[in-house]
């Protein structure tokens, strides 16, 4: 029963430098997405994959990367850590395009401060 | 594009009192989703309750319901005997149907505030 796992749950970056988001679920889904959380907002949709080798740009891209070669992790790439991507980061998944009666799944997210 | 909007940025109401938790939002589909969550302060995201648009029923999960209303589109919450645990953020979220690579769009959220 893990669901959506990420890794890890806090990190402080200083500017420039380089991190990579884990996210790692057990549910075989076929989706997954990153979305970020500022202080007082919802959620944006960073990035998306429909499956492995699949990958999509979501709202806020810039500043990030990501690969989906396995149908079970999809990591995020900070490359140039910059103080605008200071946020909470959540990883979540569903099935396919027809959430279940449940929603999606999602990660416990990682705050992550750049200064 | 979609857009969600919560009016309310927090509310405070006695234990056990009724409260709602407005939502609207536009969009162009004819079907869709909606959501609420509920993120306490442990930052998990819980769904609490889930509407299709195709259904005119409003949806009901024990002391959570919503008032659907198409037309308006509007999605309230409305929270019965409130209590302490239901403290927390609660977003409104849309999806649209066949859409769901395109993730969720999250308004902004309202803090809701149980008082003891």
């Known amino acids: 029963n893990a669901g959506v796992t990420q890794t890890p749950k806090f990190r402080i970056l200083k500017i420039g430098q380089s991190m990579t988001l884990q996210c790692t679920q057990d549910?075989?889904?076929?989706?997954m997405y990153w979305y970020r959380q500022d202080p007082g907002m919802g959620l944006k949709l960073i990035y998306y994959s429909v499956g492995a080798g699949i990958t999509d740009k979501g709202e806020v891209p810039n500043g990030y990367n990501v690969s989906r070669s396995t149908t079970e992790d999809f990591p995020l790439r900070l490359e140039l850590a910059a103080p605008s991507q200071t946020s909470v980061y959540f990883c979540a998944s569903s099935f396919d395009s027809t959430p279940s009666n449940y929603g999606y799944t999602f990660g416990s997210g990682t705050r992550l401060t750049v200064v | 594009a979609q857009t969600v909007t919560q009016s309310q940025p927090e509310m405070s109401v006695q234990e056990a009192e009724t409260v709602t938790l407005s939502c609207t939002y536009d969009t162009s589909e004819s079907n869709y989703y909606l959501f609420w969550y509920k993120q306490p302060p442990s930052r998990q995201m819980i769904l609490v309750i889930r509407q299709e648009a195709y259904k005119q029923q409003n949806a009901t999960e024990n002391r959570f319901s919503v008032n659907f209303q198409k037309a308006a589109k509007s999605f309230s919450l409305k929270i019965s005997d409130s209590q302490l645990g239901d403290t927390a953020m609660y977003f409104c979220?849309?999806?649209?149907?066949?859409?769901?690579?395109?993730?969720?769009?999250f308004g902004k959220g309202t803090h809701l505030i149980i008082q003891p």
């Open positions: 979220a849309f999806l649209r149907s066949g859409g769901g690579a395109d993730g969720l769009t």
């Open positions: 549910m075989n889904h076929n989706y």
